[in-house]
Every structure is written in structure tokens, then in C-alpha cells.
């Protein structure tokens, strides 16, 4: 059974797609550090999984910097899929996209000790905990030895005071990407319907969740406020 989120929803993929992401704060930066650490520890993946891919952005930028790779996609949205299938069609040939859920299990999609290379981008924080918890215990179980996961996530913030501030800021990049009034887009972002299937929790948390798991070198790549680049090695 798939996950029932707005994300579903045409209107919240595309709003996404064309308003938000491209005004993430710090996105360049992120995919920046995310191949950094894909390059330093696995530095050439021959296998690949997506979770959450999205259109495929994560999943592009790998297989255009490894071009021996190949990559499964994932999501439950199939608005994104349909998204996918249209954006990584000069990759069909080194692509699975599969429209499907990754909050039950993922081993139905990859092998034990099979896989090089785990990231996903901004979807997991939709799970809860005990299923993020579940999630990364399988992540470890498909990565091949010396494999890298990879989580490009929104967090929670310290303290509520924190997490005022990251919204104000994040704002302002939203008015600044768009060319927007900065009232209006303020109102868009404290009343947007995919806010009620944010599940969030600290970065360093999730850290020492994957260094119980029994990942090396778990530690948070990068962080601007809310937005982490997290992950390890198996």
C-alpha cells in the first residue's frame, strides 16, 4: 500500500518543481558535497538507488559524473515519476524508474551487499522515525562493503526560536528565486499543504542513528540551518 501524502497532488509537485527547488538555499552546494563524498569513499559506484528520486535530479548528476553507473529511482509520488520518466529519458538506458514505497521496505528493489551508492533528497523526513530508524538499517543491508548513503534531508531545527529564523531565511531566498513580494510568498510558505507530512528530526540525531546501525564515518557533511547533508560508509 503506498503512503498517502500530498505529494500525490499535481498542483504540490509542481509548485515544487518550479518554485521551491531551485531556491533551496545552498542547493548547488549540497549536490557539491554529496559527490565529494560519493567520489572520496566509493569513488566509482557501478550501482545506484534514489529514494524519493523526485524528477531524477539526485539520480542525473550521478550518472553524468559516473558514467559506468547505473541507477534505480523510486518514489511513491506518481506525479514525480511521471516527472522522472520525462527528465532522465537520455538515461533510459541506465535507469530503472519504479513507482513504488519505500516506507514498508526496499529490499524487494536491491540484494543484500549489491549496491555502491544510497542518497535520497529531501523525502525521507516524510517517514517516522521508527521507520527512518527501519529504513537505515536497510540502506546498510543493501550497500555493498565500503558503500555510501548519502541523505540530502530537511531536519529539525534546535530549539523553536532556530526554526523561526530558518524560516524567515528561507523565505527570503523563495521572494529572491521567484521575484516575488516577500509577503505573499511568506503566506505560500506557512500555508503550503505538503507542510502536515514533514516528520522532522534532528541531524546529529539521525547521525548517531546511523553510527548504531554500524556505519563508519556517520557524521553531518553540511548544514545551512535546517537543510543537512548526512550519511556514511558500510
Avoid at 509542481?14 to 566509493?42: C, N, S, W
Avoid at 538515461?91 to 516506507?103: L, M, P, T
Avoid at 528530526?201 to 556505519?215: H, M
Amino acid at each position: 500500500m503506498m503512503a498517502k501524502t500530498t505529494w500525490q497532488r499535481e498542483d504540490v509537485t509542481q509548485h515544487y518543481l518550479e518554485q521551491v527547488r531551485g531556491g533551496i538555499p545552498f542547493g548547488a552546494e549540497q549536490v557539491k558535497m554529496m559527490l565529494q563524498v560519493v567520489d572520496h569513499f566509493t569513488p566509482n559506484p557501478a550501482k545506484v538507488i534514489d529514494l524519493g528520486c523526485g524528477n531524477g535530479f539526485l539520480a542525473e548528476v550521478l550518472l553524468k559524473a559516473y558514467p559506468k553507473a547505473s541507477a534505480v529511482l523510486l518514489d511513491h509520488s506518481e506525479p514525480m515519476i511521471k516527472q522522472a520518466r520525462d527528465h532522465m529519458k537520455d538515461y533510459q538506458d541506465r535507469c530503472e524508474i519504479i513507482h513504488g514505497d519505500f516506507s514498508q521496505s526496499i529490499k524487494q528493489y536491491a540484494d543484500e551487499n549489491t549496491i555502491d551508492c544510497v542518497v535520497s533528497g529531501f523525502a525521507i523526513h516524510h517517514l517516522h522515525h521508527a521507520q527512518k530508524k527501519a529504513l537505515y538499517q536497510e540502506i546498510y543491508s543493501v550497500l555493498a562493503p565500503g558503500g555510501v548513503f548519502i541523505n540530502m534531508e530537511h531536519t529539525a531545527s534546535a530549539t523553536p526560536d532556530i526554526e523561526r529564523l530558518h524560516d524567515e531565511l528561507f523565505i527570503d531566498y523563495l521572494a529572491s528565486y521567484n521575484k516575488r513580494d516577500r509577503q505573499e510568498e511568506a503566506k505560500d510558505y506557512y500555508d503550503r499543504p505538503d507542510k502536515a507530512d514533514n516528520i522532522l528530526e534532528r541531524a546529529d540525531i539521525q547521525v548517531n542513528w546511523l553510527r548504531d546501525i554500524g556505519f563508519r564515518h556517520a557524521d553531518c557533511y553540511f548544514k545551512w540551518m535546517e537543510l543537512a547533508v548526512f550519511g556514511g560508509v558500510k
